[in-house]
């Protein structure tokens, strides 16, 4: 089997999905001749034509806005924003409008289709290059949102997108595009929606984390590990809905939590993961739950990001301050 | 006619019918627009305008909720919505009830949405008509991407995008204009200019002299048109429509009307223009000029008009009715169509609802 | 003194402030000749004319953008978005510029400015015009953002905002526009930003609210009363930066918290609220933080709209079921 | 010259320097732009030049981030900033680093800033640019705020608005360039159409055959001009900036020039366009024709020009320097700019970021 990547396993789903499912569109800024910026789209326009693979002009909310509309048309689109940052002029769209037509119609209207987004910081890219707002998306009644933390769950998190009958957003991690290599099957595979994983089994602690910071999590826990803390670290794979029952489950057995996300802190999706807990095992908690997550600050230019996003240590010094608690 | 000989930049506009019943241009006037057909059409507009008021009826009366009317926009709304096929598109904004009628959208549906429940947009399965959008300007984009899709599939169908002269001041009408431009999609873009966004006039919205010309930034042709003119918009979208059809891109037209009514009815427009401006414009209203260019042809009496307007009459109101016996009101349609299957904790959310309505307010049961 | 609503306390705040300070322009759709769909800026064009209340196109990211550019060149601009359903369109201006320029030119340029928005459900408007995502803005770094909940409040509350010396975003919940009178003093008093105020004193349970839920807060105090049950009741009026202290030295003698909120759940802000009380007092917890929210759900269109909101009913059965943990 | 010739719907483009260093518009150049001047705005163009090579040196060598070059857009930049005058504003899009150094910011800033130092928007207070802005086209609604507040306040200045090719599908154009036309706010458009979005080409990113012409859809002037030809671009700036000076509104200035080098130093241009192309686009490119020029008039000899090239070789390798030295690597600077007043709980994170940064990873304090 094949060791691949995050963009070489995203780039396989996509073919997969597009020779198995005509009705598939690939637009976006750069996504054809040039097979995105950071390739993930590579080779697919000369495999599925220019009507298939779209070059667009340069507008975010018309990439999305089209797309809503080659969706009720009877394609299942998948547009490409070019960076996180680059997101919130489609949020216009986003939030009037891809969230809202099946409820807004009664079901007589459905939008199949997956918005794909490059995201996060850690490779010193330019201003604006580095957002994560997915608590945003999170907060928008009638998405999904999505964010794999590896090449095999990339792949089969993404097919599984694709056959979505619902709008899905599928955040890739862009720092870890090329960091790791995996073994990434040809053909088909799925890993549904809403279902977080236990990818370190532990019973001291409960780390969650996703994209990015997964591996970040799993670190901390090995740095921990001859202290004789057993951290179990769940990746939440989809934000929202979001499995919330693995974590309670988790939280149950080992009574302490840390919560760990690179988007700023205040109002990020850690806070609504700790509302969960607290209301669904008050009981189980041994100590309070702790969060690391970047600061309440714009992402710093890259001079400065390093202080910026959580790493093993910081995530260790919070796993050992609930276990001592 | 011939679109390009309507340069807006020369001042141009398609007129046919003058507000005196008289056609003044009769070679622009199409050949599939026999005076029966124009018969039909101002059928059309009576029912429209009856519709309309019926629904200022209800919602003064509570029956209804914020509602914006069609009053002077007849033409506009059934003239260009006239010339589409079978399998064509209306993308409304939410000045276009007499399309959407036209287009096969049952009244009693328009008037559910208005009242207040999603189910007014749960059109039947055959109708072609995207549900009314309320942000304004962005339904052109839907609009381009079904053009856009209807190309794909080697469909000779078109798209027929409404929206004001407000709408044009918005970046997304830049987008879709610019994206229909790039990828000649089969779609036209009908600018209702009623002459106000609310209470800012047409002359704060944009410098430009004409809207029609904007088309000029996107490499296709804009066009203008008088709005209260039917035969003239039939005739503008009719070719406009036949451009798109046949795969030589997109087309704006700027449908110049006036807005007799309020912006809604939650608006007061003495504030902001006066009585004069208002009559001024109520001579150049687009239903009595084909009323009488058809008693001039005979083909209209005033008995027949009279049983006309009391035959609608009485038929909006039962409507209105069958709207509000329609509504269900069940509170699980809050929660059912957010995704084709219901997720654990919306199911969750419905079922607290559930039993906050059945307690009598001494449960015990939180909503977590 | 003059018993105003909150439509008229806001008025004469900016009809005082611009007195005061010619550098205030009021910029949006219909707020100069109509006066505001509202009529918050009524009759403010007559008295200072159409360069210092203009009427706009229909352009939301004009608005903000161009207020922006005002700014900049020495202004201190109001601009208005018409309702919350619309101000995703203004969302990428208000994220990467207006929350930003202040960081990003190490305080070179700076932004004094507030964006005047009408928000919330309750009064049976239509589609796109009830819409609450304060959540949103309370998550972007470099933003103010303040819900008044009185008339006095608005005013007080404005005045602060105006003369800020950074972007705040202001709040103003419709559904009491016109629902409350009290007096309102003419000439200067101001509330500071970031206070938290407590308008029902109690020791049983805190209850935090804002905006058009403090009233419901209150009422459902008044339910539980009788029962013996003594809630606090916190209006939170800046929800960022946020004043926490007050509500977590309020957890500490209750050690029972209700947070109420029309936004939908996941993701709302009383998730942030529950986070940092089990943070900052998890000890005096005596029983899990209950949340009365607005469903996750886009707010249904009128004939449906009262199933969704929050109301005295369901806060005194959270309140009842906290004390009674 | 007069704008009004120059109707881009016919075709018509400013050229006045061929590229082969010979006049043929003596007309059209203006008074103020004497040999002496031409020499000096030469300078800089080598200057720029020169600076934006070490960029991509320093990018290469691992001492600076992702850097969007400016090669072949020397004339686009330096003859467009020239005509501004104390008072006028700059906002740049990030493709314009010689207007930027013209009016006043120092190579190491934006040196710093490329290198990733928010310090490298800290302008001094006399200098009239914006930062560099990396979200395509937002920045043109900041001009014309800009250019509102300019004309509130009774002031004769002007605000030079840049932009590149792709930005004119953006919403936010559109809005700007509308705006600027209702309020008839001060301010140039000036858009360095390089034929290039990254990889997506001009013919792509609109169906309207000249960028220029999108002005008509504002109602105010807009006009082609050789971006290649910085007399051209003087020319043409400077009548569209008298234009707006005078109170009598925008101008769109559409500069058609040509990307040399990659979209940034991340970009790898092969995969979209041939070396056929680019060759035959250099002879074009805006350097040569001046020197050639000012050689046939005797104001530059070989040597000169080998002197010059060789200090600001020197020069640009000094800033560099600077530059790295004057980055302060200061974590209190992520949190002490985003409020006039640093609040509590950003006190509190910078406190823990100290205390982290203090600790040997063995601290038992969290985050919280
Ligand atoms: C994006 C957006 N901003 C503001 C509003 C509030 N609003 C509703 S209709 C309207 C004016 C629209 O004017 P126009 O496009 O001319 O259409 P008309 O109402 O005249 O038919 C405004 C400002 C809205 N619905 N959407
Ligand atoms: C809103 C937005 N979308 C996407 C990007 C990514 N991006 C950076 S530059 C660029 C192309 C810009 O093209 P153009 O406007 O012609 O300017 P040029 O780079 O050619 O100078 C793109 C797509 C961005 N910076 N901002
Ligand atoms: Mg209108
Ligand atoms: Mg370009």
Redesign the interface.
């Known amino acids: 089997m094949a060791k691949l990547n995050m963009v070489e396993a995203l780039n396989l789903a996509l073919k997969e999905e597009m020779s198995r499912d005509e009705r598939i569109?690939l637009l976006g800024?750069?996504v054809?001749?040039?097979?995105g910026?950071f390739r993930v789209t590579d080779g697919l326009q000369a495999l599925f034509g220019p009507?298939r693979v779209?070059?667009?002009?340069?507008?975010e909310?018309?990439i999305?806005?089209?797309?809503?509309?080659?969706?009720?048309?009877?394609?299942k689109?998948v547009p490409e924003i070019q960076f996180m940052?680059?997101l919130?002029?489609a949020?216009?769209?986003?939030?009037?409008?891809v969230?809202?037509?099946?409820?807004?119609?009664?079901?007589?209207?459905?939008l199949p289709m997956v918005i794909r987004l490059p995201y996060g910081a850690g490779i010193?890219?330019?201003?604006?290059?580095s957002e994560s707002?997915e608590?945003?998306l999170?907060?928008l009644?009638?998405l999904?949102v999505v964010i794999p933390s590896t090449p095999y769950d990339a792949k089969g998190l993404l097919v599984s997108a694709l056959r979505d009958?619902?709008p899905v957003v599928f955040l890739e991690p862009k720092r870890i595009y090329r960091a790791v290599r995996e073994e990434v099957p040809e053909g088909d595979y799925t890993i549904p929606l809403?279902t977080a994983k236990i990818v370190r089994a532990g019973d001291a602690v409960t780390v969650v984390a996703w994209g990015s910071m997964v591996r970040e999590a799993v670190r901390a826990a090995e740095?921990v590990a001859p202290e004789g803390i057993a951290a179990e670290v769940i990746d939440l794979r989809t934000i929202?809905?979001?499995d919330?029952?693995t974590i309670v489950a988790s939280i149950r057995k080992t009574g302490r939590g840390v919560i760990v996300h690179e988007?700023?802190?205040?109002?990020?999706?850690?806070?609504?993961i700790?509302?969960r807990i607290?209301?669904?095992a008050?009981l189980s908690?041994a100590?309070?739950?702790?969060?690391?997550?970047g600061?309440?600050?714009?992402v710093?230019?890259?001079?400065?990001?390093d202080?910026?996003l959580p790493d093993p240590?910081?995530i260790?010094?919070?796993i050992?301050?609930?276990v001592?608690f | 006619m011939n679109l390009a000989e309507y340069d807006p930049l020369r001042g141009r506009r398609v007129e046919v019918l003058d507000f005196t019943g008289n056609i003044i241009a009769p070679d622009v006037r199409p050949d599939d627009l026999s005076d029966d057909y124009l018969l039909d059409l101002y059928d059309r507009m009576v029912f429209l305008r009856v519709a309309d008021q019926q629904a200022l009826t209800l919602q003064r009366a509570g029956r209804m909720g914020t509602y914006a009317p069609t009053l002077g926009q007849e033409a506009a709304n059934i003239g260009s919505a006239a010339v589409l096929q079978e399998g064509d598109w209306v993308v409304p904004s939410f000045r276009e009830m007499g399309a959407m009628l036209l287009r096969g959208v049952p009244l009693q549906l328009i008037y559910m949405y208005w009242m207040g429940s999603?189910?007014g947009?749960?059109?039947p399965?055959n109708v072609r008509v995207?549900?009314i959008c309320a942000?304004v300007g962005?339904q052109t984009?839907?609009?381009?991407?079904?053009?856009?899709?209807?190309k794909?599939?080697g469909e000779q169908t078109v798209t027929l995008i409404y929206f004001g002269d407000g709408a044009t001041s918005k970046?997304?009408f830049h987008?879709?204009m610019?994206?229909a431009g790039?990828?000649q999609t089969p779609c036209v873009f009908f600018c209702q200019n009623n002459q106000y966004s609310i209470s800012v006039p047409r002359s704060t919205q944009t410098a430009a002299p004409t809207l029609a010309q904007k088309a000029i930034a996107y490499g296709f042709p804009g066009v203008m048109v008088d709005g209260n003119d039917i035969l003239a918009v039939y005739a503008a979208t009719k070719e406009a429509a036949a451009h798109a059809r046949s795969g030589r891109g997109p087309v704006l037209i700027e449908a110049q009307t006036y807005r007799l009514g309020p912006h809604t009815t939650a608006d007061d427009p003495s504030r902001y223009r006066s009585a004069e401006e208002l009559k001024a414009q109520e001579p150049y209203e687009p239903l009595p000029r084909v009323r009488l260019y058809l008693e001039k042809k005979g083909l209209l009496t005033p008995a027949a008009e009279t049983e006309r307007w009391e035959r609608y009459q009485t038929l909006v109101k039962e409507e209105a009715k069958k709207a509000e016996a329609a509504i269900p009101l069940r509170p699980d349609?809050i929660f059912d169509?957010?995704?084709?299957t219901l997720?654990?904790?919306?199911a969750h959310q419905k079922d607290y609802l559930h039993r906050i309505l059945a307690s009598s307010g001494e449960g015990t049961d939180g909503q977590?």
């Open positions: 569109i800024e750069d054809g001749r040039l097979g910026v009507n779209v070059d667009t002009p340069l507008a909310a018309a999305v806005g089209t797309a809503l509309g080659l969706a009720l048309g009877g394609f689109p940052g680059f919130p002029a949020l216009d769209q986003i939030i009037c409008h969230s809202r037509y099946r409820n807004r119609s009664r079901g007589r209207y459905t010193h890219a330019p201003e604006h290059h707002t608590a945003i999170a907060h009644p009638g999904k009958p619902d809403s740095l929202a809905p979001m919330d029952e988007a700023c802190r205040t109002g990020g999706l850690a806070a609504e700790m509302a607290q209301e669904k008050f908690l100590a309070p739950l702790e969060r690391v997550t600061f309440d600050t714009i710093p230019l890259l001079k400065l990001e202080y910026y240590h910081r260790s010094r919070a050992r301050k609930v001592r | 999603e189910w947009s749960h059109f399965e995207l549900p942000p962005t984009l839907h609009g381009v991407g079904l053009a856009w899709a209807a794909l599939k970046g997304d987008e879709a610019n994206f790039v990828f349609d169509y957010h995704y084709a997720p654990p904790y919306l977590a």
